[in-house]
T-cell receptor, first 114, second 112 residues
Framework: KQEVTQIPAALSVPEGENLVLNCSFT??????LQWFRQDPGKGLTSLLLIQSSQREQTSGRLNASLDKSSGRSTLYIAASQPGDSATYLCAVNAGGTSYGKLTFGQGTILTVHP | DAGVTQSPTHLIKTRGQHVTLRCSPISGHKSVSWYQQVLGQGPQFIFQYYEKEERGRGNFPDRFSARQFPNYSSELNVNALLLGDSALYLCASGSFSSVIQYFGAGTRLSVL
């Protein structure tokens, strides 16, 4: 059974800091890994998706890496801003007949203060 | 193009009642998945439907059921509601060519 863990559970940083969110998963047989952002009481916004054959993906100030063999992914946020405050979730997709079934971590609650 | 749409946005029910939640996927997407997110936790997989057939089911009781219609929209039904069913219910759509799962804004269900 796939299990996904995110560390830290919460993070509070001053504006402008670079930060790293961690995600680990127990079964390395994944199809892809997706990072999401969730604002309070809202749905999920996809930030980055990394295919199992890729090592990293970048979008603006965000960079996500994937080390499938060790079961780890990191989300790097450069020059953090108060608008980045949200819960960040990682999810793995097993693919195949389980395509569409995402297994999520508990999330990291990020607060960026001015 | 419209994203994934869910209705209603909020719902209040009492224990023992039945509820139906609705989801319309992005145009062209044939896969719909349902998730339950209890406050403070990550979403938990409930069902996946593809081409109107159930393709996956999470660890939820038989009180939870779903179906997908010919236009690929979907309904999630929950019978005999319990207080513990209070959660944000999320719908996601996708296709094998896009790989990315797109989520709706969710339906907030409160069971009193």
């Amino acid at each position: 059974k796939q299990e996904v863990t995110q560390i830290p559970a919460a993070l509070s940083v001053p504006e402008g800091e670079n930060l790293v969110l961690n995600c680990s998963f127990t079964d390395s047989a994944i199809y892809n890994l997706q990072w999401f952002r969730q604002d309070p009481g809202k749905g999920l916004t996809s930030l980055l998706l990394i295919q199992s054959s890729q090592r990293e993906q970048t979008s603006g100030r965000l960079n996500a890496s994937l080390d499938k063999s060790s079961g780890r992914s990191t989300l790097y946020i450069a020059a953090s801003q108060p608008g980045d405050s949200a819960t960040y979730l990682c999810a793995v997709n097993a693919g195949g007949t389980s395509y569409g079934k995402l297994t999520f971590g508990q999330g990291t609650i990020l607060t960026v203060h001015p | 193009d419209a994203g994934v749409t869910q209705s209603p946005t909020h719902l209040i029910k009492t224990r023992g009642q039945h509820v139906t939640l609705r989801c319309s996927p992005i145009s062209g997407h044939k896969s719909v998945s349902w998730y339950q997110q209890v406050l403070g936790q990550g979403p938990q997989f409930i069902f996946q439907y593809y081409e109107k057939e159930e393709r996956g089911r999470g660890n939820f009781p038989d009180r939870f059921s779903a179906r997908q219609f010919p236009n690929y929209s979907s309904e999630l039904n929950v019978n005999a509601l319990l207080l513990g069913d209070s959660a944000l219910y999320l719908c996601a759509s996708g296709s094998f060519s896009s790989v990315i799962q797109y989520f709706g804004a969710g339906t907030r269900l409160s069971v009193l």
